[in-house]
């Protein structure tokens, strides 16, 4: 199978495994940005987009409000509080794992997740996934050769909880077509906080397709998130 291929093949795997509907994200970002531009600038009402597309301050503090309703169910909360960091660019490059500078190489998942209500029962915490392939010793717990360590950070919270077990990455190597389910866990990054797991999955060399999702017990409450995925290569 080409690159390709295989590429596409684990694009369209993630999807499935993902296992909810997220046209919105699906497209690309000139396409509907443009059709709601159009129609605000024809109609005399305020674009709720700015000049990039994204949405602007006051329309992102409107959803905030609506997904903050206390009718929402906390999964459709998430959801509709992620698809909005996704449009407006937030958690871009910022994976929240103290990292040494020419440390290893690691693959960022595609986009945040949020947690609503999550900081002081108040605030929404961004959720950031990294993916990071060994060997490498950082971050803990490491990985070898043919492994992958991954590592979720609820943004702006407090510490983990010692006890975890709700947070996971399910996995498919698609060279191999080898499966998997790996729990992340307080492997002491991040002690002072914000909250991060880990966990490290025998994922084998190929392409591999991962999709992270549950909750992150803080020391001050859970924070649930939607999933996030991400495609990398283990070498």
Known sequence: MSKNR??????????????????????????????????????????????LGRPTAATQAQVRDFANQPWMPRDARNAILSALAFYAGEGDGES???????????EQFYWPTVSGKCIGGQGDSVGSAIAVPGPTEIPAPGAKSGETAFVFTALGTEPAAQRQGDMHVQWFNIDTFKTGITPL??????????????GTASTGKGTIVAVVSGTVKTQEQPCSFVPTAAIFEVK
């Open 6 to 51: 295989r590429l596409a093949f684990a694009a369209a795997l993630a999807a499935a495994l993902l296992g909810i509907a997220t046209p919105a994200i699906a497209q690309s970002s000139a396409g509907p940005s443009a059709g709601v531009s159009q129609v605000a600038s024809s109609s005399g009402v305020e674009n709720p987009l700015d000049e």
């Open 96 to 106: 929240g794992v103290p990292l040494v500078e020419g440390g290893p190489n690691f």
């Open 185 to 198: 866990s307080n492997n002491g990054i991040n002690p002072d906080g914000p909250a991060t797991v880990s």
